[in-house]
């Protein structure tokens, strides 16, 4: 290649378009967005196009996928992603989102996973996987410290080195080492004074140099700050510029700065194009680390077949295989928070249902920003249970609230409310959440979306009100949440005979929610991160900065540590409203008492587990480590295996689970490694973090 060819290879030249060398055969390398689905198309610019076959399938959110706790699931849901993405032509999905659920406030947090570093990495080798052997690359995001909305362009994260390793890190290393990403984005961040995407310690000591990362590191849109950080501290690609002068720019052709300058294309004023072969050409010490940009960039491109004689199987696009995905993603990861008096699942002999609550009719596929998704088609909760039930039950609708930013309580909807379920055996009120829409203008409505984080936990639009209204006219109430986070429930809870989370669901979301209610399909999602009863619970503002340290909004300090989620409220004595792995059944386990088996450094636990109950099911056995003496301040516990069985009634499974040196080791910021100390190690197993069935313990 010429020197002006490897310097193409390294930026953008349309909105989702890179690189090229038609003299050589390259062909530019095509990334869609795509947490949950192939985003709708966008041309050369960030217009949409007309008539383009860019409805496909919506798959729930990644809060849901991680609530199945199903390891397969993630690659199944991977599977989906990349055949599509392969159907449309893409090279890069960007996604999955792995970002610590730091705060309950951060309004990207539906497109993340768990507020746990292990849960993270078990779900994230799949999805990475199942994308990548459909010929396309994953891209792992947001690298890393991306744990908030707010300020996110300009805000300077501190946190400890321990935090860093322990919390903040483990999910990338599993998506690098064990899931083999082909690529990964920077975030917009600044991390200990220097930017992201351009961070040496981050990109080239951490995830170059100690990981063995061989694949391409790209930019956020626009992240990228200046031409000789980017060139030397690991940024491959660069991607995205201002979005004013994007959308303001048809003929994507801006002028120069300088005066007599000929017209330049608007990707050559990327600090990865012409500036950098300026920079190359007055220091030709540069030209190594160009072509290691260049060689990281083909690497991708061999190993999705872009490059060589081999190539891609075709994909295929919203089939039916991929609509049965995201129906079995959304029925796993429903979580049943609460069920007084076995109220759920519902009897099909019922007469009348009143459906209340905008979110029942609402559809979600075109929310949240750049994770938006064009479905084919989405049902919503109303027309699910419409499908469950047909002409044998008589189901009613209210509206019950406006979704609009500030919205307050409407007495006329509410009455309106209250009436129908006054009128109802049964009440099914869908509410909680939403997403943006119009994505120049997504915080207008969105609780829920990128580039703005929740003004709070509360119940968006009044709902508060409206729900105690409605469970006084009818305490036979299921109360079900849409949402990408924990919402403060306090209000109207105790009341409340039962409680389903359904996060947002996807285009099978309706069917899904109706198979769980009428109990066709018994929940067994599990919460991937902790409900607090109140926003000062959290440890991110109790103990931490949010959204910035005070006297300085471009600064923040995370001085909850390690102490991130369940690890605060369990080792603080916090109670949480939901714990994390929360999440209840329509039937019961027995869990047999422990044998734990130690050996050089590691573990194996094993157990038996029955379903006591009257109906088949899905567990989670989960295991939790317990440092009883330590150097250092350690967690109560901390999640270190899991595993899901299904039982029929009466049947019993042995559980095997396996401990390796890293389930007791934890960082030594003064050796700069991990520690695994001698000594006696409690090990717990049970439901949730909360629900401890069996206890035993070992000496390492």
């Not at 491109?301 to 995201?326: C, D, F, I, V, W």
């Not at 959204?547 to 004595?573: A, M």
């Amino acid at each position: 290649m010429t020197l002006e060819e490897k310097v193409h290879m390294l930026h953008a030249n349309s909105a989702f378009a890179a690189g090229g060398i038609q003299r050589l055969g390259i062909p530019e390398i095509m990334t869609s967005d795509g947490p949950h689905g192939v985003r709708p198309e966008q041309g050369r610019d960030w217009k949409g196009v007309k008539g383009a076959n860019d409805a496909g399938t919506y798959l729930p959110n990644n809060n849901t996928l991680a609530s199945t706790w199903n390891p397969d699931l993630g690659y199944a849901y991977g599977t989906v992603l990349g055949s599509e993405a392969n159907f449309r032509g893409k090279d890069i999905i960007l996604g999955p989102g792995i970002n610590i659920i730091r705060t309950p406030l951060n309004g990207r947090n539906f497109e993340y996973l768990s507020e746990d570093p292990f849960l993270i990495s078990k779900m994230v080798v799949g999805y990475i996987r199942g994308v990548q052997d459909q010929g396309v690359s994953a891209c792992v995001k947001h690298y890393a410290a991306n744990n908030q909305e707010t300020h996110r362009n300009d805000i300077d994260v501190e946190m400890s080195e321990r935090a860093l390793r322990e919390i903040y890190l483990p999910g990338f290393k599993a998506a690098i080492q064990q899931g083999g990403a082909y690529s990964l984005m920077g975030s917009y961040n600044k991390f200990r004074g220097t930017y992201a995407t351009e961070n040496a310690y981050l990109m080239n000591d951490v995830l170059k140099g100690e990981w063995g990362f061989k694949g391409l590191v790209m930019s956020d849109w626009g992240s990228v700050h200046n031409t000789q950080e980017a060139l030397h501290n690991g940024t491959d690609l660069e991607m995205g510029t201002d979005l004013e002068l994007m959308y303001n720019s048809t003929d994507q052709t801006a002028t120069a700065s300088t005066a007599n300058a000929p017209t330049k294309s608007l990707y050559d004023r990327f600090y990865l194009a012409d500036a950098a072969l300026e920079a190359i050409k007055k220091d030709p010490k540069l030209l190594p680390v160009l072509d290691d940009k260049v060689r990281r960039i083909l690497r991708v491109m061999y190993a999705t077949n872009m490059l060589g004689g081999t190539k891609r199987k075709p994909g295929a696009y919203n089939s039916k295989e991929h609509q049965a995905t995201a129906l079995r993603v959304a029925e796993e990861g429903i979580v049943l928070l609460k069920n007084e008096g076995n109220m759920l699942p519902l009897k099909k002999s019922v007469k009348t249902i009143a459906v209340i609550g905008e979110n029942a009719t609402r559809e979600n596929g075109m929310g949240g920003g750049s994770a938006q998704v064009k479905p084919k088609y989405e049902i919503t909760a109303l027309q699910g249970l419409k499908n469950e039930l047909g002409d044998q039950v008589k189901i009613t609708y209210a509206q019950g609230y406006k979704i609009a930013r500030g919205q307050k309580a409407d007495p006329q909807l509410i009455a309106e409310a209250v009436a129908a379920a006054k009128a109802a055996d049964v009440v099914v009120y869908v509410g909680g959440s939403t997403h943006g829409y119009d994505y120049s203008k997504w915080s207008d409505n969105a609780y829920d979306a990128e580039g703005t984080d929740k003004p709070d936990m509360k119940m968006p639009f009044g709902q508060d009100e409206l729900i105690t209204a409605v469970q006084k006219a009818n305490p036979n109430t299921v109360v079900v949440l849409l949402g990408g986070g924990p919402i403060d429930v306090t209000p109207w809870v105790g009341q409340t005979k039962a409680l389903v989370e359904t996060w947002y669901p996807g285009m099978e979301g309706g069917n899904a929610l109706a198979h769980v209610l009428f109990g066709d399909v018994n929940p067994s999602g599990k919460l991937p991160f902790t409900f607090p009863a109140k926003l000062e619970d959290s440890p991110a503002h109790k103990l931490g900065e949010y959204p910035s340290t005070p006297g300085n909004e471009l600064k923040q300090t995370y001085k909850e540590d390690i102490f991130v989620g369940y690890r605060y409220f369990d080792t603080y004595k916090v109670a949480p409203q939901f714990a994390f792995g929360h999440g209840l059944s329509y039937t019961t386990f027995d869990y047999g008492k422990l044998t734990v088996t130690p050996g050089a450094q590691r573990a194996t636990v094993s157990l038996t587990v029955r379903n006591t109950g009257k109906v088949a099911g899905a567990e989670v056995v989960q295991l939790y480590v317990k440092d009883e003496q330590s150097a250092v301040k350690r967690p109560e516990k901390e999640l270190k295996a899991f595993e899901k069985v299904s039982l029929k009634p009466g049947e019993s499974k042995t559980v095997t689970l396996k401990l390796g040196a890293d389930a007791f080791q934890y960082y030594d910021e003064g050796k700069k490694q991990w520690v695994l100390e001698p000594g006696k190690f409690q090990v717990l197993v049970g439901s949730s973090s909360r629900d401890i069935r069996q206890t035993g313990s070992l000496t390492l």
